[in-house]
């Protein structure tokens, strides 16, 4: 299939630039390497001639359409392969037709085609490589029909309108994220030939709310399902080893998790922070798991925790959030002493231009400097104090605020001089 170029035959017809290439078994055939033309509708042709001889056209090479202001493809029978980055940011461009002898999209193929809203895959395409359809915001339903395709790494991840997936049944395996940020998409069949689920596949897909996990998987990988807000039920089947790191964390409306292998070995952080899940049902009584597990799930029935080990890291990640959670609050407050300070600042001035029209007094003046000082200081103080120690909610700008103090006692000194 794939050829070497035996000489630099290249030229352009109707805008298109091909090259000629003689493959392993002789044939020489065309392949486009370059487009000088601007229509919104290109075809591409079945054959093309030179020098008298007609030559197959099958193959596009690399971004050979990248940000042209195309709005409709239709790529040629003889085409088997498409190659990386073709059709990369042509945000117009909302009809595809592909052949159905296409074997081949490269990576990143249709990266950032936001208006393509539907795409024919052919039956006999082997693989889509990784980010081949990633930000095609306005896709919303995707239809495999190959047996044996391979979805690349971030596939269709970011397709936001994508409702509808419908997977071969003979596929075993696709690449990470392939499904992930999906927001629309509420559910999808698995084939049953699946044997693992990859890391972060459909993680922050929110509007998932239910998901049937083969049988014949044995590894739910790291954040596969992380982030599913609506997922409300899951069943961990017999044939499944591991339980990956944030497999299901942050699964807002989680409820329930059956577990049916008693073996299964369950990794930190697995079923973490999902704020609903009450319980989980193990299929022996004497099984237990760690609490890091289920960290931050405060639902959890009485029968639950009753299977929940304490360990030690279990009880330092307790103590830590009790630590964290006093210096935020302490940061809190060191923020509001400090935008206390900034609303007298900026009255001070104000109140010291009626002063100079008005007449107002300078003790009171010189009371709301003092007191713009004095709140600014114990502020910076304690923010000097806990902002090496966490991260706290309100960023601290140390120029802007040092230039305040600045400014403070700049006023401070005028007030002074004025009731002098």
Not at 5 to 12: A, L
Not at 193 to 203: E, H
Not at 217 to 241: H, M, Q, R, W
Request: aromatic content about 10%; glycine content about 6%.
């Amino acid at each position: 299939m794939y050829g070497y170029y035996q000489k630099d035959t290249t030229f352009d017809v109707d805008g298109l630039k091909y090259k000629l290439v003689k493959y392993y078994d002789d044939d020489i055939r065309a392949e486009i390497i370059e487009c000088n033309k601007y229509d919104s509708v290109i075809k591409i042709p079945d054959h093309v001639i030179y020098n008298e001889v007609e030559y197959p056209v099958t193959r596009i090479k690399e971004g050979v359409f990248q940000r042209k202001s195309l709005k409709t493809i239709i790529v040629s029978e003889n085409v088997t392969m498409i190659e990386e980055r073709c059709f990369q940011y042509c945000s117009e461009l909302e009809k595809v037709v592909l052949p159905d002898g296409l074997e081949y999209l490269g990576e990143n193929c249709f990266w950032d085609c936001k208006a393509l809203k539907s795409i024919n895959i052919p039956a006999k395409i082997r693989t889509m490589e990784s980010h081949c359809f990633y930000g095609c915001e306005s896709l919303t339903k995707v239809v495999i029909p190959a047996k044996s395709c391979y979805l690349g790494t971030d596939c269709f991840s970011m397709c936001h309108s994508l409702q509808t997936v419908i997977l071969p049944e003979e596929m075993t395996k696709m690449g990470s994220s392939c499904f992930s940020w999906c927001d629309k998409l509420e559910t999808i069949k698995l084939p049953s030939t699946l044997t693992s689920i990859p890391s972060y596949a459909f993680n922050c897909c929110k509007a998932l709310r239910s998901i049937n996990i083969p049988e014949n998987v044995k590894t739910l990988d790291s954040g596969c399902f992380g982030g599913c807000d609506a997922l409300t039920e899951v069943k961990i089947p017999l044939n499944v080893e591991e339980v990956g790191i944030y497999a299901f964390h942050g699964c807002k409306s989680l409820r329930r998790i059956t577990i049916m292998n008693r073996e299964t070995k369950l990794m930190y952080d697995c079923f973490s922070e999902c704020p609903s899940l009450a319980e989980i049902v193990f299929p022996k009584k004497e099984m237990e798991i760690d609490d890091i597990c289920v960290d931050l799930c405060p639902l959890l029935s009485e029968q639950t925790k009753s299977h929940i080990k304490i360990t030690e890291e279990g009880k330092q990640r307790a103590e830590e959030r009790t630590v964290k959670s006093k210096i935020k609050r302490a940061g809190a407050k060191a923020w509001d002493y400090t935008t206390t300070a900034i609303v007298f600042l900026i009255a001070a001035p104000i109140l010291l231009i009626g002063y100079l029209i008005f007449g107002f007094t300078a003790q009171l003046l010189a009371a709301i400097g003092s007191i713009a000082l004095a709140c600014f200081v114990v502020g910076l103080i304690i923010m000097l104090l806990i902002g090496l120690l966490v991260e706290i909610e309100h960023k601290f700008d140390w120029k802007y605020n040092c230039a305040c103090i600045i400014v403070g006692a700049i006023i401070l000194g005028l007030i002074y001089l004025l009731g002098k």
